[in-house]
């Protein structure tokens, strides 16, 4: 169980980190050697934890200072001196003048987004049931909220969800698992937001609303009366899959 701690809890993973660099201390590292240290080893040790689990900020940008204190050849007790290159330049690729070193932070999200879209695109694995039923029962991991007194893998798992849903698109076959609104199923990959028209009362409507059932093609009467014309000429530009009948991410 988490505790209402969490960098008390995640504290751990600091602890073997800085056991690691102080079992280096006494060795003559090149920087060849740091690096791969600090990529195939230090870096390695938060993965499986982050995950499941968003990592406090403080606990992550603790973490960082010792990797950084390591790479300038501060190590074990000895972390004061001069970082000549802060860790955010660090981490960005070696042709942009970093050392390719793992932003935690984008990582962190980055593993938890990967369990995201596990979530939506493998709705019957044992665990996207379990989510489901407990905090969507009635739509899908992009549509789902927060929900009443999440556990705090839930709650990490959703703090990735625009990740998810920034990199992902609908293939419409039938649309009966769509919704019209906050779902990308444009053919640019955005989404029709309530908060860009008043158009509440689709809220729960369901994409299969706007195809004729004897053509298989868009309805436009129905779209017409619905939307600006901006908005459909997207809608009416968004391919449908004729020979495919299930709705696939």
Not at 28 to 47: D, T, Y
Not at 143 to 170: D, E, M, Q, T
Not at 189 to 205: P, Q, R
Request: glycine share 6%; with cysteine.
């Amino acid at each position: 169980m988490v505790g209402r701690s969490k960098k008390a809890t995640f504290n751990f993973i600091k602890d073997r980190i800085w056991r690691k660099i102080n079992s280096w201390s006494s060795k003559c590292l090149s920087k060849a050697g740091r690096e791969v240290l600090i990529k195939s080893v230090l870096q390695a040790i938060p993965s499986y934890v982050m995950s499941i689990f968003l990592i406090p900020d403080s606990l992550i940008d603790a973490i960082e200072k010792m990797m950084n204190s390591f790479w300038w050849g501060h190590s074990g007790s000895n972390h004061k001196g001069i970082h000549w290159m802060s860790w955010e330049k660090l981490s960005v690729h070696k042709n942009s003048g970093g050392m390719g070193f793992k932003d935690l932070t984008a990582f962190n999200l980055a593993m938890l987004g990967k369990q995201g879209w596990k979530i939506q695109s493998q709705p019957d694995s044992l665990v996207s049931r379990l989510f489901k039923a407990r905090y969507f029962p009635n739509s899908n991991f992009l549509s789902s909220s927060i929900g009443h007194n999440p556990s705090f893998v839930w709650r990490s798992i959703s703090k990735a969800k625009f990740l998810v849903r920034a990199g992902s698109r609908w293939c419409i076959g039938s649309g009966a698992n769509i919704h019209v609104l906050d779902e990308p199923w444009l053919t640019d990959g955005a989404c029709i937001s309530t908060s860009d028209i008043n158009l509440s009362f689709l809220k729960d409507v369901m994409l299969e609303h706007l195809i004729d059932d004897t053509t298989k093609e868009w309805n436009h009467d129905v779209i017409s009366s619905l939307f600006d014309q901006q908005t459909v000429e997207k809608i009416v530009k968004t391919p449908l899959v004729q020979q495919v009948n299930t709705d696939r991410l």
